[in-house]
C-alpha cells in the first residue's frame, strides 16, 4: 500500500522527563520531525504524569538537548501534569457512558484471584485482570468508596466494544490494521496519585493537538489497541501511525534510560557535533 502523503502533518515527540535522552530519541525526535513535512507542524509534549519519577531537571535537560540538536516546535510544550481537566472531562465522558467502575484490589490481591482461579488470560503485559471489582454491587462499592478505600478506576472493555463495534488504524507502510483491545482486559485508566493514564492522556493530546501522524517506537505498537478503542469512545479521529524501529546497542538490546554512555548529554560532553549524534542514531541512513 502506497504510503499517504507528507505534506502538511502534525507530529509530535513525547518524551518521559525519567532521564536523559538517549540515541534512540534522536532517531525517534527525527523521525517525527521530518514526516511533518513541508508546512506541517512539530509538537513536542513532556509525558510527566508519573511524578514520583519525572524530574525538572530533566525537563530543562530534554528541551537544551533537543535544540542543540537542531530541532524546532511549536510552542507552548504542552506538559501533562498541568492539564489534569483535559483528562477529567474525558473520564466523565465514559464515565457518563457507564463504562468505568471502581476497582479496590491490589497488584498482591489480583495475583491471588489469579493463582485462586488455577488460569489467567495472559495479554501483552502479562495476565489479564480478573474483573473481580466488575461483580461488586452499587452499595459495596459506595460502602468503600465512603470508607476511604483506595481504588483505580477501570475501563469496562467488553461494553466499550460493545458499543464501538470492530476498530482499526492505518499504519504507514503497512495499511489497515485490525485493533484489538479486548487482549489487554480492563485497563487503568486513572489512580488516587495519577489522575489520568498514559494510555488515557495520549489519546486526549493527540486529539487536543491536532496530531495526524503519531511516530513512536515498534515497543509502543500494542498500546495502539487500547489508544484506537479510546478514540471511538471519546469521538475523536484517530491518526495514522508509524512504530519505527528500535535503536540498539553493540549487543543488540534496546537502548534505555539506564545507558548513560549513549546519552546526548554525555556524548556531548565529550565533545560530539549535533550532526555526529544524529548520525550515530541511524537517522540519516534511514531515508
Known amino acids: 500500500m502506497a504510503k499517504r502523503s507528507r505534506q502538511a502533518q502534525v507530529t509530535r515527540f513525547a518524551p518521559s522527563p525519567t532521564g536523559y535522552l538517549h540515541v534512540g530519541h534522536v532517531f525517534s525526535a527525527f523521525t517525527a520531525y521530518h514526516a511533518r ?3 506541517g507542524t512539530f509538537h513536542v509534549r513532556i509525558e510527566d ?15 537544551e538537548d533537543l535544540n542543540w540538536l537542531g530541532l524546532d516546535w511549536e510552542t507552548p510544550v504542552r ?4 492539564h489534569m481537566l483535559d483528562y477529567d472531562k474525558a473520564l466523565k465522558k465514559l464515565d457518563f457512558k457507564d463504562l468505568l467502575y471502581p476497582c479496590f ?3 498482591s490481591d489480583i495475583m491471588a484471584e489469579i493463582e485462586r482461579s488455577g488460569h489467567a488470560p495472559h495479554g501483552p503485559g502479562g495476565p489479564v485482570y480478573p474483573e473481580t471489582c466488575k461483580k461488586l454491587s452499587n452499595t459495596t462499592r459506595d460502602c468503600f468508596i465512603g470508607k476511604g478505600k483506595a481504588h483505580v478506576q477501570r475501563l469496562n472493555t467488553k461494553a466499550a466494544l460493545a458499543i464501538t463495534g ?3 488504524w492505518y499504519e504507514i507502510n503497512q495499511g489497515l490494521v485490525k485493533a484489538n483491545p479486548a487482549q489487554f482486559g480492563d485497563v487503568v485508566l486513572a489512580r488516587r496519585e495519577s489522575r489520568t493514564s498514559y494510555h488515557l492522556a495520549v489519546a486526549v493530546d493527540d486529539h487536543l493537538q491536532g496530531v495526524t501522524i503519531v511516530n513512536r517506537g515498534a515497543d509502543l505498537a500494542l498500546s495502539t489497541d ?3 478503542l479510546l478514540q471511538a469512545l471519546l469521538g ?4 495514522s501511525y508509524d512504530h519505527h524501529r528500535l535503536v540498539k546497542d553493540v549487543n543488540g538490546q534496546r537502548l534505555a534510560k539506564r545507558d548513560q554512555s549513549l546519552t546526548v548529554r554525555s556524548l556531548r ?6 550532526i555526529e549524534v544524529i548520525n550515530m542514531s541511524g537517522f540519516a541512513k534511514s531515508f
Open 49 to 63: 504524569i508519573d511524578q514520583a519519577r519525572c524530574k525538572d531537571k530533566y525537563i530543562d535537560a530534554i528541551l
Open 105 to 107: 484490589c491490589s497488584r
Open 269 to 274: 560532553d565529550r565533545g560530539w557535533s549535533p
Open 226 to 228: 487500547v489508544h484506537r
Open 236 to 239: 475523536f479521529p484517530s491518526p
Open 166 to 168: 470492530p476498530l482499526e
Open 37 to 39: 513535512g513541508k508546512g
Open 79 to 82: 506538559k501533562q501534569s498541568r
